[in-house]
């Protein structure tokens, strides 16, 4: 059964750091892109950034391009998302993704607030 599950969200002040992970179970994550996306109240679901299988491509969203950083530890099956520079804007609940043969994945997402 292929799971998902995100850790690392919660209140940080604008222009503080905060470093998300996300644990994957049951599937070859080592041959998986991943992703990582965002909802903020009242808002649609949208794309934060990716990585390739290999970590040797990423690519991001512009709202985050130069603020946010994913990597990712393919012997701990595990996806990382690191933050900075953080607006209130970038309040919302942050999922991890996987796409495995046409289906997506998703974990049960983790809550960042960033607020004076």
């Known amino acids: 059964e292929v799971q998902l599950v995100e850790s690392g969200g919660g209140l940080v002040q604008p222009g503080g750091s905060l470093r998300l992970s996300c644990a994957a179970f049951?599937?070859?994550?080592?041959?998986?892109?991943m992703g990582w996306f965002r909802q903020a109240p009242g808002k649609e679901r949208e794309f934060v950034g990716g990585i390739s299988w290999s970590g040797s491509i990423t690519y991001y969203a512009d709202s985050v391009k130069g603020r946010f950083t994913i990597s990712r530890d393919n012997a701990k099956n595990t996806v990382y998302l690191q933050m900075s520079s953080l607006k209130p804007e970038d309040t919302a609940v942050y999922y991890c993704n996987a796409r495995i043969l046409s289906r997506n994945y998703w974990g049960q997402g983790t809550q960042v607030t960033v607020s004076s």
């Open positions: 049951g599937f070859t994550f080592s041959s998986s892109a």
